[in-house]
Antibody, heavy 120, light 106 residues
Framework: QLQLQESGPGLVKPSETLSLTCSVS??????????WGWIRQPPGKGLEWIGS???????YHNPSLKSRVTISVDTSKHQFSLNLISVSAADTAVYYC????????????WGQGTMVTVSS | EIVMTQSPATLSVSPGERATLSCRASQSVSSNLAWHQQKPGQAPRLLIYGASTRATGIPARFNGSGSGTEFTLTISSLQSEDFAVYYC????????FGPGTKVDIK
């Protein structure tokens, strides 16, 4: 079955760029029924959608983060990625990748999440 | 932006009892509402989508209802594995989540 796995540095310095990758297995990142999303959860807090990408490369972002976020997809590597620039302590969170069957849809498959701490 | 609110923040329930969780949207989301369950240290798990449709493998004791701006998740007879945090998510517009309801043991 479809599985997602996040990877990337667990510690990022303030003002630098947070970069994460989500590897897709058991299915195709190029499927025309899948959108791939990033969601984060600060410690002890709720969930925030960051953005989503389609295999064609079309991207959609949370307006509150849009200017700092880049999401891309690499179909040859069966991966999609998140870059968040100019990070601060407020970006410390568990970052999840997830799948939805439509752009506006429930997230039905989630990765296990990866903790990213922003600190010098 | 559609703002989601949930009540109560914490619900204390005894095993075997019914739990009723509420979710409200700041504007109509039609039936584009999902419920997710999250246990400590784990990723969220989709329980309900389309306001009332159970996801694959979800037990029948989980029931969702509502439309527009008012939604309810009912767990008919709480099992030990149901003690968790529950989030609602709207997807009528850019996705947004409620702050969660923690269901703990009374």
């Amino acid at each position: 079955q479809l599985q997602l796995q996040e990877s990337g540095p667990g510690l990022v310095k303030p003002s630098e760029t947070l970069s994460l990758t989500c590897s897709v297995s058991g299915g195709s990142v190029s499927s025309n029924n899948n959108y791939w999303g990033w969601i984060r959860q600060p410690p002890g807090k709720g969930l925030e959608w960051i953005g989503s990408v389609y295999y064609s490369g079309n991207t959609y972002h949370n307006p509150s983060l849009k200017s700092r976020v880049t999401i891309s997809v690499d179909t040859s590597k069966h991966q999609f990625s998140l870059n968040l620039i100019s990070v601060s302590a407020a970006d410390t969170a568990v970052y999840y990748c997830a799948r939805s069957l439509e752009l506006l849809d429930a997230f039905d498959i989630w990765g296990q999440g990866t903790m990213v701490t922003v600190s010098s | 932006e559609i703002v989601m609110t949930q009540s109560p923040a914490t619900l204390s329930v005894s095993p075997g009892e019914r739990a009723t969780l509420s979710c409200r949207a700041s504007q109509s989301v039609s039936s584009n509402l999902a419920w997710h369950q999250q246990k400590p240290g784990q990723a969220p798990r989709l329980l309900i989508y389309g306001a009332s449709t159970r996801a694959t493998g979800i037990p029948a004791r989980f029931n969702g209802s509502g439309s527009g701006t008012e939604f309810t998740l009912t767990i008919s007879s709480l099992q030990s594995e149901d003690f968790a945090v529950y989030y609602c998510q709207q997807y009528n517009n850019w996705p947004s989540f409620g702050p969660g309801t923690k269901v703990d043991i009374k």
